[in-house]
Each structure stands twice: as C-alpha cells, then as structure tokens.
C-alpha cells in the first residue's frame, strides 16, 4: 500500500516587504509503503517465539492493559506464541505467565525441527 501526498503552496502580495518572507512555496510529501524486516516477515499468528533480551516494562494485552516494569517475570530464554500483530512492529505474545505486546526487538522466531 503506497500513499502519496504532494501540494505547492504559493503567496503573493502586490507590495511586498520582504520577498523572502511573504513569498513562500510549501512542499508536502508524506508517504506510507510496507518495509517489513526479514524478522517480522516471518512471523504469523501462532508462530513461535523466543525472547532474546528482557524488556524493561511490559504492558499486558489485556482489554484493559497494565504498565508495569518487568521484575523478572519476562526473561531471556522465555518461550511463546504470537497472538497477534499490533501497530509498529509489536506484538501480542502468550508466555507462560500471561500475554504482553512486546516490540518485536525484544525476541525472535523459534525454528522447530
């Protein structure tokens, strides 16, 4: 999905004081297009996890969701399985002890042989 956005402004005034000022031209360009890295490309609803770094808080997936610093409860090591994908690369993960949004920053997918 590509967005593109283009507009050129101008203002003219017939006695102008400073040119520099009151003529002015404004470009606009906003633009949105999926760059998804190799890592997330890979993931999908149900796939498996590992958490390779221990966050620092963790907000839980909750319909009311919690913000608490993470004191040992989500550690390096830790196994789960995406639940679902939520804006800005983070993810809802189920570990044992529950179910945060975790950035995907954080872990990595578990290759099962």
Same mark, same amino acid.
């Given at each position: 999905?590509?967005?593109?956005?283009?507009?050129?402004?101008?203002?003219?005034?017939?006695?102008?004081?400073?040119?520099?000022?009151?003529?002015?031209?404004?470009?606009?360009?906003?633009?949105?297009?999926?760059?998804?890295?190799?890592?997330?490309?890979? #993931?999908? %609803? !149900?796939?498996?996890? *590992?958490?390779?770094?221990?966050? =620092?808080? /963790? &907000?839980?997936?909750?319909?009311?969701?919690?913000?608490?610093?993470?004191?040992?409860?989500?550690?390096?090591?830790?196994?789960?399985?995406?639940?679902?994908?939520?804006?800005?690369?983070?993810?809802?993960?189920? #570990?044992? %002890? !529950?179910?945060?949004? *975790?950035?995907?920053?954080?872990? =990595?997918? /578990? &290759?099962?042989?």
């Amino acid at each position: 999905m590509a967005l593109s956005l283009s507009s050129i402004f101008g203002v003219a005034v017939s006695k102008p004081l400073n040119k520099s000022i009151l003529e002015r031209q404004t470009r606009v360009k906003c633009e949105f297009g999926e760059k998804s890295s190799p890592k997330t490309s890979e #993931l999908e %609803i !149900g796939s498996p996890i *590992i958490v390779i770094e221990a966050p =620092k808080v /963790l &907000k839980t997936a909750a319909s009311v969701p919690c913000l608490r610093a993470n004191a040992g409860l989500v550690k390096p090591g830790d196994v789960g399985r995406v639940v679902s994908r939520k804006p800005k690369d983070v993810w809802a993960v189920r #570990l044992s %002890i !529950g179910t945060y949004l *975790i950035d995907a920053k954080y872990f =990595k997918p /578990l &290759k099962l042989d």
